[in-house]
């Protein structure tokens, strides 16, 4: 799942991971995902820190207390102190943009082996 409010950054993150034979679930902001995750559970979010409504922070902390769900927080933040917040919200992973597609996919891989 990607959970991104800027339509081009989920349109490009579909599009590799389309590519790489994953099946993908979109959500434009924090809500929206947690309402698709209830129906639906991915195998992995993808998800943005800065968001309308539900910043990625409380996201994954919502995600975390329900579910067993891998999630990488993908962000142009990079403070330590974001950093320490993912980790304490529960995240997987902490990748900044610009990032490396073929390293963001190699660790996707590492959580789901296809």
Do not use: S, W
């Amino acid at each position: 799942m990607i959970v991104d409010d800027d339509a081009t950054n989920r349109e490009v993150m579909e599009a590799f991971l389309t590519l790489e034979q994953f099946e993908v679930m979109v959500a434009a902001h924090g809500l929206d995902a947690l309402e698709q995750i209830k129906e639906e559970q991915p195998d992995l979010v993808l998800l943005d820190i800065r968001m309308p409504m539900m910043n990625g922070f409380d996201v994954c902390r919502a995600i975390k207390a329900q579910y067993d769900i891998p999630v990488f927080m993908l962000t142009g933040l990079d403070a330590e102190e974001q950093r320490r917040q993912a980790t304490e919200a529960g995240a997987d992973a902490f990748i900044t943009r610009p990032f490396d597609i073929v390293r963001l996919m190699a660790r996707i891989r590492q959580y789901l082996p296809h």
